[in-house]
């Protein structure tokens, strides 16, 4: 049976994430050490694990409220103003989602119009270019530089903007660069927003791991609140990647469009997730210093060791990813990661999968254990002998 003249002629055309195609070649191989997903090695804390317990023990498995528990909304609403003083009211601008993914989607979905265009710095997530072409959007991609550290500066977006731009999406601290903004740089940004009227999504699931300063919010800034709507989640900050709960904070008219769509297409968060996010807002902030500290000792092995071996890597301020510099070794992206793979059993990621700009790079994830990374290392290096 023919199924194309049935299927979504748009997603047809969209190509299968980089990502999980080295994941997917990893699980067919034996021996292989993987660098290359995003999950923290840290299981969700006890304390965390044991309020979803409690809640299925006491039979509490029924729907929440579309937004989210109001608890819940409430104690995002006092960690955002307590850790990035972003004030959002808990009763209309805040929507709890499936993952930070979800509230990607919705967002996207919500603000963009047939025409749309949606400017996009790269190297980036892979999701923010499909979801966009899935709307009816068109993306404007603009290459950031890791001469500039991969920060997006007011030039390049100037350059970028045309009559039909309408939604900046931001993401730093940066997948897969590790690159962060200062607020130095997103106040340049602003003024170049502002002009052209743009909405910003600012995707910062990354924002409790920033090894230098603290994590400034655009939203924060001023005249920026009214144009933005922040994405994050719990997945990185607490590890809790496998609950699958998020959150989008804006304002109110946005995400009251937002928790429409979600109202219909997902209903609810899961409630389970929900209870222990509680308990991680509440009590967590050890918990996020400790995986934080771990995270940082590991990326100053890493950087390290990648500098050491002749692989040009910029410092990594934020996430838990570093972009190493393989032009030297003459291999494109794809070919370095694959001959890596195969002769070696270490996975990677090509660069290029983060957009074309990303060639000549390749993205190491360091959320890994120590022993995990330097018997990887090792064998890079190895590799590297043997070119």
Not at 214 to 231: F, G, K
């Amino acid at each position: 049976m023919d199924y194309s003249k049935y299927l979504n002629n748009t997603i047809r055309s969209v190509k299968p994430s980089g990502i999980r195609r080295f994941f997917d070649i990893v699980n067919e191989m034996d021996d292989v050490i993987s660098l290359s997903i995003g999950e923290p090695d840290f299981r969700t804390p006890w304390h965390v694990r044991k309020a979803g317990i409690d809640s299925l023990e006491n039979g509490k498995t029924w729907y929440t409220p579309n937004r989210g528990f109001k608890t819940l909304c409430s104690e995002i609403s006092t960690f955002v103003k307590r850790k990035y003083d972003l004030d959002y009211s808990a009763d209309s601008e805040i929507l709890v989602t499936v993952g930070g993914s979800e509230a990607l989607d919705v967002a996207i979905r919500c603000l963009v119009n047939p025409g749309d265009e949606v400017l996009v710095h790269q190297p980036s997530f892979v999701c923010y270019e499909p979801l966009t072409s899935m709307s009816g959007g068109s993306t404007v991609v603009i290459d950031t530089k890791a001469t500039n550290n991969f920060r997006l500066t007011a030039q390049e977006l100037e350059a970028a903007i045309t009559e039909k731009s309408k939604v900046l999406i931001l993401s730093y601290p940066n997948n897969p660069t590790g690159a962060i903004m200062e607020k130095k740089d997103l106040e340049a940004l602003c003024d170049v927003i502002i002009k052209h009227d743009l909405i910003v999504i600012s995707d910062e699931i990354y924002s409790e791991l920033t090894y230098k300063g603290n994590h400034v919010s655009i939203a924060s800034l001023p005249m920026m609140r009214e144009r933005t709507i922040v994405i994050n989640g719990f997945s990185k900050a607490f590890a809790m990647t496998g609950w699958r709960l998020g959150y989008a904070m804006g304002p109110k008219e946005i995400i009251g469009m937002m928790t429409k769509l979600h109202q219909y297409c997902i209903m609810s968060a899961p409630t389970v997730a929900q209870y222990a996010a509680i308990e991680a807002l509440r009590n967590g902030d050890k918990d996020i210093e400790q995986m934080r500290n771990e995270y940082d000792m590991r990326r100053r092995f890493v950087v390290g060791s990648f500098n050491a071996m002749g692989l040009d890597c910029f410092e990594p301020c934020g996430a838990f990813y570093c972009f190493p510099c393989i032009k030297s070794t003459g291999l494109s992206s794809e070919e370095f990661c694959t001959r890596l793979l195969h002769s070696k059993h270490v996975a990677i990621v090509p660069g290029d999968a983060f957009g074309d700009c990303g060639e000549g790079f390749v993205r190491v994830s360091y959320s890994y254990s120590l022993k995990h990374l330097t018997e990887a290392i090792g064998r890079i290096k190895e590799f590297l002998q043997e070119l």
